[in-house]
């Protein structure tokens, strides 16, 4: 993946995550192409979970108009973010502004009084340094409360400065930023002076002192800038020199444990049953090998972006698999040729040639397999035939400009091959390098508005399933339609042949799976369990049990007499919420579907999911285990039980969305951070199942993304939308703490915020500041994982705070990485994709420290040799 184009570069970009939805920005998502303003992201030019309904499909054959659209989206979104930063660079001046009110006047009158001059406050200083910059970055001028300060004139090039009036009725001159520099160093110096006297010595500073002792040199704080406005941190008091910090890798690796989910909202035909007895199927970047009988996975990860579809050999080993081109600047879709016993690459097809995706793949079926048809994404849906083995290109040629969501080469003749998709049915014949097309008639039938699906009858008739319901039998030469067959209300989403001539259709609005005779007489049928969606695929393990994908993202697994049961679930759309448990291996996961799912990471399953009236958000365990917290889109949030599945509190804070849910460590305190800017405090009774309002933090001039609490479960280190970094004193009252430098030797029980002294090194260079969503710490303190805005994984060691700190990275998701969080023995990392709907679990390796391996047998996983760097 290749860095993404941005309006607007940083120095050194450091920022936080955006909550759910910060103010919008293109997000790159799972297929296709399209924009998305509900949830933070990616690049402006984002590929996109498909939107089709259950029973519609979207032709999106015209790029034009969206590509405009896009275009206007992005300088809408730059506007935006400029009135956003504009917004909050005014706030953080009148804060200082009133610091300087407070101040300015009693310094000022010692000062021309011949008094001895009054040692600053490091805060004050910082305060004016900070506010000076400010000033001369927007041209702005201070103003204070009471006083009237009247403008420059200026006459014949000569500038004439007009007296101020203070408060204080003293007239004064206007304070220079080299005056503020002044006084400064005469601070310095004196207290480079009381430092020498006999008997002086250094005092300890609590909050009533808050002044650092004098600069040290750049070793004392350092700067760090972000879209142009600088972030001061301040360097531990154990880090003697912080140039001479080295960063290196961390020991520790991340391997592929589980991957969670599977993508049957808007994709076709991509679940098989190998003679191996594993199930192929695909999600995000990876295609899924799933043993039905051991529940084990293998992986096959060499794709970089969405795998889009899906075909098996007739030797039933090789697979080809299809991506989209995603957003990468040189980003380009192709397919991928390999075996899925070794799971090594045998060739890679069409790099450079397809547009935009691949839709459709197949391979022939009367040569052995020589032969591969691709259906691309582009306008005109180009239709080619490859010599896979030369990868030679046979054929090419425009199929449609409207949607096609099928292809086949006919069984029993190569030269003849079927598509299908919106209003059409094609059949092409190839003949000397050429191709023909002959569009399926109707006649008296009613022309549906989607064909959907079809297969070869073992006679060579071709069935097709239909958005209208309906079974229609086309004549092998005449192109015509012989018979058609009503079986199912609604669309009929897939069809699948048993060996013995037996179909299988399946349906979408009523959920029915109907076995019908050769000549099309229905035999038998079921229904599957309305929570699991319409039937999207069906594959056939062994003519009687059953492998059904659904618009749900699940697959069942089941017979027509004993009924279907989950095997693999998942989300249906973009995921936020992501938390781990204190001491069990267990993770609770919330979204955009109002799904609230609690997995169990040993046994890789869903231990159960239940759905709320909003969409979660955000999501912390009690340290006690009983209970979890989730954060709505609403200002509501619920607690709820984990063994009766009960809210047993429901409360609210403002109107606006939840960004983040964190108990203090002895769970004696929850701190709900809410983007109405403010952080609710409560205090927390009767095992986390009673809740009062303590306090609430108040001071950030924008949303609130991450916050951590203190080890000693007395203060809160926050960030916000708008990059800062404050800390509060909770146990005081919830006080903001003005100066910054008392916490710079706090010890913090978690690190999540994004923004900090101890994980500056995991910004890359240029970052927007918007591109990390989320970071966790492991327990251990060795090291910290970073969720990107490119689809990737980082593992950074612990701290890191220099910037370009080398790292592991880590490709897997199809979709910005929303969130990552280490299990509480930090054996396993936890990602979760956004609009991929996709959990991977990673497995921490190395590092010589003593990690929890305990795993069932069903964790054994192979997956694809991928490097890391």
């Known amino acids: 993946m290749k860095p993404k184009f941005r309006e607007h570069k940083a120095t050194l970009a450091v920022c936080q995550q955006r909550g759910e939805h910060r103010p919008p920005k293109i997000k790159k998502a799972h297929g296709g192409l399209d924009t998305d303003h509900k949830a933070p992201g990616r690049d402006s030019a984002s590929a996109v979970f498909s939107a089709a309904s259950a029973d519609d499909v979207s032709a999106g054959s015209s790029a034009e108009l969206p590509d405009r659209m896009s275009l206007m989206d992005v300088r809408l979104q730059a506007q935006e973010d400029e009135i956003t930063l504009l917004k909050s660079s005014l706030a953080d001046a ?77 007239v004064e001159e206007h304070i220079h930023p080299t005056t503020i520099r002044s006084l400064q160093q005469s601070h310095q110096d004196l207290n480079g002076l009381t430092d020498e006297l006999p008997g002086s010595s250094s005092q300890t500073r609590g909050s009533d002192s808050p002044g650092p002792p004098r600069e040290q040199g750049p070793s004392q704080s350092i700067k760090m800038f972000i879209r142009g406005r600088p972030i001061t941190m301040y360097i531990p008091s154990n880090i003697l020199n912080y140039e001479d910090l080295k960063m290196d890798l961390p020991p520790e690796k991340l391997d592929l444990d589980w991957v969670y989910g599977y993508r049957g909202r808007d994709c076709r035909a991509n679940l098989y049953v190998l003679p191996s007895g594993e199930a192929v199927y695909f999600i995000a970047c990876v295609v899924v090998l799933y043993h039905i009988t051991n529940r084990t996975q293998r992986h096959y990860r060499k794709h970089t972006d969405c795998v889009r579809c899906l075909a098996i050999h007739p030797d039933k080993v090789r697979v080809a698999t299809g991506q989209t081109a995603g957003v990468d600047k040189d980003g380009k879709p192709f397919v991928y040729i390999w075996d899925s016993t070794t799971l090594a690459t045998l060739h890679q097809i069409g790099l ?284 509501r949030w619920v607690v709820m039980d984990l063994q009766t599945r009960q809210i047993v509190s429901d409360l609210t804070d403002g109107n606006e969305q939840l960004s983040v849910m964190r108990y203090s460590p002895d769970g004696s305190f929850l701190a709900v951070g809410s983007h109405d800017n403010f952080i609710y405090i409560y205090s927390v009774t009767e095992s986390g199942r009673r809740y009062t309002r303590f306090g609430k933090c108040t001071g950030h001039s924008s949303f609130i993304t991450h916050l951590d609490w203190s080890k000693d479960g007395k203060y809160i280190m926050s960030n916000s939308g708008d990059y800062e970094i404050l800390y509060w004193d909770v146990a005081g009252g919830c006080k903001l703490l003005r100066n910054r430098y008392e916490s710079k030797d706090r010890e913090w029980a978690s690190y999540t915020c994004v923004l900090g002294f101890h994980v500056m090194g995991v910004w890359l260079e240029g970052s927007d500041g918007t591109d990390i969503n989320a970071l966790c710490r492991s327990h251990d303190e060795k090291l910290v994982a970073v969720a990107d805005d490119f689809c990737k994984v980082h593992l950074f060691q612990y701290p890191c705070p220099k910037p370009k700190a080398p790292s592991h990275r880590y490709e897997g998701h199809g979709s910005h990485v929303t969130n990552v969080c280490f299990t509480h023995s930090d054996s396993h990392l936890l990602s979760m994709g956004g609009k991929d709907t996709c959990v991977l679990q990673w497995r921490v390796r190395g590092g010589g420290g003593a990690r929890d391996g305990r795993a069932s047998a069903s964790s054994t996983s192979t997956s694809s040799p991928e490097p890391s760097t």
């Not at 008296?444 to 079974?471: A, M, R």
């Open 352 to 635: 450079g040639t397809f547009e935009r995706g691949v839709g459709s793949v197949a391979f022939s079926q009367a040569d052995g397999g020589a032969f591969l048809c691709v259906i691309d994404d582009s306008n005109e849906h180009m239709l080619s035939v490859w010599d896979w083995a030369k990868q030679s290109r046979q054929v090419e040629v425009k199929s449609t400009n409207e949607a096609v969501l099928a292809v086949e080469f006919n069984p029993s003749d190569s030269n003849i091959i079927i598509s299908c998709g919106k209003s059409h049915v094609y059949f092409w014949t190839l003949s000397a390098g050429t191709v023909t097309k002959k569009q399926g008639i109707f006649g008296k039938y009613k022309k549906p508005k989607f064909i959907l699906c079809f297969v070869f009858s073992l006679t060579g008739d071709v069935l097709t399933g239909d958005s209208e319901g309906n079974i229609l039998t086309w004549g092998k030469s005449t192109f015509q339609i012989m018979r058609q067959t009503r079986a199912h209300e609604g669309s009929v989403f897939t069809l699948c042949v048993l060996q013995g001539g037996a179909l299988l259709s399946g349906g979408g609005k009523d959920r029915r799976i109907i076995r019908w005779s050769a000549d099309l007489a229905p035999e038998r049928e079921c229904e599957i369990p309305e929570q699991f969606g319409a039937v999207r695929t069906i594959g056939n393990v062994d003519g009687e049990e059953l492998l059904v994908g659904t618009t749900r993202n699940a697959i069942l697994r089941g017979t027509f007499s004993d009924g279907f049961v989950a095997i693999v679930q998942g989300h249906v759309d973009e995921m936020w919420g992501l938390a781990t448990h204190p001491f069990q291996n267990i993770f609770l996961t919330c979204g955009n579907d109002r799904q609230v799912c609690l997995w169990n990471s040993e046994e890789h399953s869903m231990d159960w999911s239940t759905t709320l009236e909003e969409s979660g958000l955000c999501a912390d365990f009690c340290p006690n285990g009983a209970v979890v917290s989730v954060g709505l889109n609403t200002g």
């Open 94 to 170: 009148l804060r200082k502004l009133h610091v300087l009110d407070q101040q300015i006047p009693l310094i000022k009158q010692h000062l021309i009084a011949g008094m001895e001059p009054v040692l600053l406050p490091d805060v004050l200083v910082n305060a004016l340094l900070e506010g000076s910059a400010l000033m001369e970055e927007t041209g702005s001028k201070p103003q204070c409360q009471g006083s009237e300060v009247e403008e420059r004139e200026e006459d014949e090039g000569v500038q004439k400065e007009k007296e101020n009036l203070w408060s204080s009725s003293v």
